[in-house]
């Protein structure tokens, strides 16, 4: 009986099909439940003692042969499945870039700016209470921002809206954490304004707050001077007298644009000055209203338009083409 196994192994080393019935014929010869293995098995039992092991192990090569076997067909008709499936020297599909949106980029980069000399990223909620959004921020009952025609209300007494400014994070910053700190504050805002193209209802901010000891109006003057000539490469500035009721003093900033180009003159009307944001210390009442001790610590804030900066960079005049999100405007910005 034993003598057939060197056959049967050579037989087993040369079977070779791609074929399921005959693959399923020949696992059943071996295999099956009346099967050659199983028969050698009947015999083992028969086998005197002295013998078994030699006989055992004579018949699980051939068993270990057929499952080798078994499996080597397997593998290679489901590649062959595979084959016939897929056409694979179809050329394959083009792994289509998306793009950064143009509001993003230059969030980004005037994020960069600002991480390197120390300001972290914070966030706070576009639907605001009255107080985070106008009262913390010393802005009276009567401020115009507080009327129906500026702000989206979204239920009244107790007044909750959609923020308007950036400024809304100053507060929940400097309420959860102890001076100093340097944050910036990227996000939404909402107005109730008619759109057109130099303004819409929704549009994004970045704030900006440093409260440490000893923080003086010419700390302000420097960073934001590093700021222009890091983004737009431009370091004349000036700041002109402004009001904010969270700053005192207030301060609108102008960057010296030039007047080389036709655009220049017209971007500039004729000035040369672009304005790019608003900024101020810390007025002291505003950092009692947070339980900052304001003999001690002081700080300036600052807070831009990022659509404002896109449209001046990218040269883009019409603020509503951030919104409409039109393939054919966003895909110019591929390559940045
Ligand atoms: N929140 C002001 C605005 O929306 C900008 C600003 C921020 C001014 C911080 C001063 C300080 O116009």
């Known amino acids: 009986m034993l003598e057939k196994i060197d056959a049967l192994l050579v037989e087993v080393q040369n079977f070779q099909s791609s074929a399921k019935d005959e693959i399923e014929q020949f696992r059943i010869r071996f295999n099956g439940k009346k099967g050659v293995l199983n028969d050698f098995y009947e015999f083992l039992k028969q086998v005197p003692n002295e013998q078994k092991k030699d006989a055992g192990q004579k018949i699980n090569t051939l068993k270990q042969a057929v499952n080798g076997k078994l499996e080597e067909l397997k593998t290679s008709s489901e590649s062959s499945l595979i084959l016939e499936k897929e056409d694979l020297t179809r050329p394959a599909f083009p792994l289509e870039l998306g793009s950064r949106h143009p509001i993003n980029l230059v969030k980004n980069k005037i994020i960069d700016i600002f991480k390197s000399i120390g300001f972290a990223v914070a966030d706070g909620p576009e639907i605001e209470d009255d107080w985070h959004n106008f009262t913390a921020l010393n802005l009276p009952e009567y401020h115009p921002a507080r009327d129906m025609q500026d702000t989206f209300f979204i239920e009244q007494n107790p007044d909750v809206l ?45 704030e900006g707050l440093y409260i440490d000891e000893n923080v003086s109006f010419a700390d302000l003057k420097q960073t934001i001077q590093f700021f222009t000539t890091e983004l737009f490469g431009k370091s004349k500035i000036r700041m002109r007298p402004s009001y904010f009721p969270f700053t005192e003093p207030s301060a609108e900033v102008d960057v010296y644009w030039g007047l080389n180009s036709e655009t220049d ?23 009692k209203n947070v339980n900052i001790d304001s003999d001690r610590f002081s700080g300036y804030a600052f807070g831009m338009g990022i659509e404002r900066i896109v449209m001046l960079l990218y040269q883009m005049s019409d603020i509503r083409m951030f919104f409409e999100n039109d393939i054919r405007m966003l895909e110019q910005f591929k390559t940045l």
């Open 162 to 206: 959609l923020r308007t400014h950036t400024s809304s994070v100053q507060i929940r910053y400097m309420e959860n954490n102890e001076p100093p700190m340097r944050i910036l504050a990227p996000g939404r805002v909402f107005r109730n304004e008619a759109v057109s193209s130099r303004s819409h209802c929704i549009f994004h901010q970045i």
């Open 265 to 287: 003159y017209r971007i500039t009307k004729g000035t040369g000055w672009l304005e790019i944001m608003g900024c101020g210390m810390v007025d002291p009442a505003v950092l």
